[in-house]
């Protein structure tokens, strides 16, 4: 009896059951889990808010460009449907006396949207920003009164809007 308490005390000591091993299993898949679904249901607000990011550099890239350079700039914004929405920066040619709109322009920037990120409600496709000399959005194309709007869109519907300020050109972003 007395050999039979001393064995138990020396095996209990020797470490974890087979249910404690389970149980802190069965704890770490319930974690993993719940970190891999918080993850999942993150990934769309990231993405949109990292493409919104991306197209309000590039509205401050266009400005940049033309108050720098002293040329006109447009930014074009492309919705191609079945693949990646794109934007352009386009500088106009310097030498070009061209007045309004038209006249020779080359490429200074652009990039394609991430994967699943779309312009939406584009007025026109391309839609085209014009940045004037002096950094301002070209009254042109925008109806008076209103403000020019780019909206970048993914599948579930989450929205981010950039609201450009007609007389500065300048960008800013919101949440919807």
Same mark, same amino acid.
């Given at each position: ?10 095996? &209990? =000591? ?6 404690? %091993? ?13 970190? $891999? ?12 808010? $990292?493409? =919104? ?8 890239? &266009? ?17 191609? &449907? ?7 920066? %386009? ?21 394609? %949207? ?21 950094? =301002? ?5 925008? $109806? ?28 800013? %972003?919101?949440?919807?």
């Amino acid at each position: 009896m007395k050999r039979r308490e001393e064995m138990n005390r020396r095996y &209990a =000591s020797r470490g974890f059951t087979l249910i404690e %091993l389970l149980v802190v299993i069965v704890i770490m898949g319930i974690i993993i889990a719940l970190v $891999a679904y918080s993850t999942t249901k993150m990934m769309p607000n990231l993405q949109i808010a $990292a493409a =919104s990011q991306q197209v309000l550099g590039a509205v401050g890239q &266009a400005r940049s460009t033309a108050v720098t350079k002293s040329a006109i700039v447009q930014l074009r914004l492309y919705h191609n &449907a079945g693949t990646q929405d794109s934007f352009a920066i %386009l500088m106009r040619n310097p030498a070009d006396t061209m007045t309004g709109g038209g006249g020779t322009y080359y490429r200074v920037g652009g990039a394609l %949207l991430n994967n699943g990120i779309e312009f939406y409600n584009l007025p026109s496709n391309p839609a085209n920003y014009q940045f004037l000399r002096d950094g =301002s959005l070209d009254f042109g194309p925008i $109806a008076a009164g209103s403000r020019p709007v780019i909206r970048c869109i993914n599948k579930t519907s989450v929205q981010r809007t950039l609201y450009v300020m007609r007389a500065t050109g300048i960008a800013e %972003l919101k949440a919807n």
